[in-house]
DNA sequence: AAAAAAG
């Protein structure tokens, strides 16, 4: 059997390979580490989750081991289509370079040119960036491309989808003619095949096969609602609540917008959850992130930014609270569940409007998915808005008389203290009226919350009841549109908001995980 | 019907 010490890498990052636990190299790896080494170009066809970062940084430290970095002139480029796979591609650096005394430099929009000036200034082996950080610090004169030896082009179909192409050639014709470039690509359809074609000089084409769209340790479900987010979200909650296995799950939304709004309503109704989108200001993004590995936040609200390439070991739950309008992204999506052979669960919500596009993901993935409880034909009358500050309707009071089915649960009015900041503001300074202003009034009120930790009953995965209500705008939804109409002159997404840096025990987890 | 990335 090959194992690492058998590809031809350096003793120094065999080292750091065995001290991480890995002795045998996963198929992409055993194939594209020694032609790389050879300095060969690779094409390499591989999904997240192959080991594919590992076979590009292995044999990069091996070779980067010859020579030193010379101020501004970068020896080799890594561009990858996102900040956060960027900054997890630096840390591969730092757990397999632990042996070397390399530079490596992450250039990502989002945070402050300075330091990574700085880190250009001293010299860079390693360049790890988003294409439009790096045309950005190229074009202030700050970097020399002429000195770069290997590139790497990951995630070039995601590249493609993104529209970075123009991007990527810029950045390639910056770079001298003889340099190493290793490609990477989950998926080769035609476009990417000519990018390749041009890019690359005789490759080693590596493909390792694609999991089979789906993995099959993962459990699917289609679950039917209407169209309005109040009912989706009291499903969701339900569904959250009856997973027995539930260690941690990413609830992806279509739209940014619905990101923001499905995590305030979580956290509103005591979930330990965070929220991740592209609008969000980077330290909350990286905030979250970290809290969502290290288990401190059970839910993560994402939008497709999340939905590939990512590494989030053991995320035993994915729902989809919107279907992906491309089918493709289903896949991704799904994909961070039921990893390396384990178990998973995906539920997806579909509504009459999400039909045609079930259908696509049906044949894509050229299985039909199984309706929770029963399909779109069965489905009850839609649910009204237990957030209506209108008083009760009939058959709908706490003890729920009229219909019943399955789904029809939690919609009973919510306690008291949700409604109560709609009677206007105990809560809500007069002069407020932006949201990032309210932000503080949610900051201060959290310590509250924590002192409410000896009441909080853990028996319910991820949720906490009897929270007490520090609501600072207002529960109902009816109110949904005016908050909107402040938000969107200044939408970060949310902030962390009083996570800073240690998440308030009670919305750990307590029990079982 | 969207998201991502440069400000």
Redesign the pocket.
């Known amino acids: 059997m090959t194992t690492f010490s058998d590809l031809g890498l350096s003793q120094k990052v065999l080292t750091a390979v065995t001290d991480a636990g890995y002795t045998i190299p996963t198929p992409i790896q055993a194939g594209a580490i020694p032609p790389a080494l050879q300095r060969r170009d690779i094409l390499g066809i591989a999904q997240t989750g192959t080991g594919k970062t590992a076979s590009f940084v292995l044999p990069m430290l091996t070779l980067l081991e010859k020579g030193r970095a010379r101020a501004r002139m970068p020896r080799t480029l890594i561009l990858e ?3 956060e796979l960027a900054a997890q591609v630096a840390e591969n650096f730092e757990k397999y370079g632990k042996n070397h005394k390399l530079n490596v430099a992450l250039l ?3 945070v402050s040119f300075d330091e990574q000036d700085r880190k250009l200034e001293r010299g860079a082996d390693v360049l790890i960036c ?4 790096l ?2 610090h190229c074009e202030r004169g700050k970097l020399l491309m002429t000195g770069v030896e290997i590139l790497v082009i990951d995630e070039a179909d995601r590249m493609l ?4 192409i123009p991007d990527i050639e810029r950045i390639a014709k910056l770079i001298p003619f003889t340099r190493q470039t290793l490609f990477f690509s989950a998926t080769m359809p035609p476009e990417i095949q000519k990018l390749a074609d041009r890019f690359l000089q005789n490759p080693e084409r590596v493909e390792v096969s694609t999991r089979s769209s789906t993995a099959t340790t993962v459990t699917q479900r289609l679950v039917a609602t209407h169209s309005k987010d109040y009912e989706k979200r009291a499903i969701l909650r339900d569904l959250i609540q009856k997973q027995e296995e539930l260690k941690n799950a990413i609830i992806f939304c ?4 619905d990101v923001a709004e499905l995590y305030r309503s979580l956290s509103r109704h005591g979930f330990s959850v965070g929220a991740l ?3 969000m200001d980077q330290s909350s993004r990286t905030k979250m992130l970290a809290g969502f590995k290290d288990n401190a936040i059970t839910l993560l609200v994402a ?3 999340a939905a590939r390439g990512l590494d989030i070991p053991d995320v035993s739950h994915v729902f989809n609270f919107d279907v992906p ?2 089918a493709e ?1 289903y896949v991704h999506r799904i994909g961070r569940t039921g990893r390396a052979g384990r178990s998973g669960a995906a539920f997806t919500l579909v509504s009459k ?2 039909t ?2 079930v259908d696509a993901i049906e044949k894509l993935i050229d299985k039909k998915i199984e309706w929770l409880n029963g399909d779109l034909s069965a489905l009850p009358a839609p649910m009204e808005s237990h957030e209506s500050s209108k008083p009760e309707r009939g058959g709908r009071d706490g003890k729920r008389g009229g219909r019943r089915n399955d789904r029809d649960r939690d919609y009973a009015p919510r306690p008291v203290h949700s409604h109560k900041s709609d009677t206007k503001s105990d809560d809500i300074p007069a002069a407020v009226t932006t949201v990032a202003a309210l932000e503080p009034v949610i900051a201060k009120a959290e310590p509250v919350r924590s002192e409410r930790k000896a009441e909080t009953k853990p028996q319910n995965a991820g949720r906490h009841s009897n929270r007490p209500a520090p609501q600072p705008y207002p529960a109902n939804d009816d109110n949904r549109d005016r908050r909107n109409r402040y938000r969107r002159d200044q939408d970060d997404g949310p902030t962390p908001v009083g996570f800073g840096d240690d998440i308030p025990a009670f919305m750990l987890i307590a029990g079982k995980a």
């Open positions: 289509p996102t900040r990502i929009g989002g988003t294409p439009g950080r045309l950005d989808d993104m529209g970075f279509n739209r940014k917008l989108h592209g609008d939008s497709d930014v309008i491309h992204d409007r999400d045609k596009f």
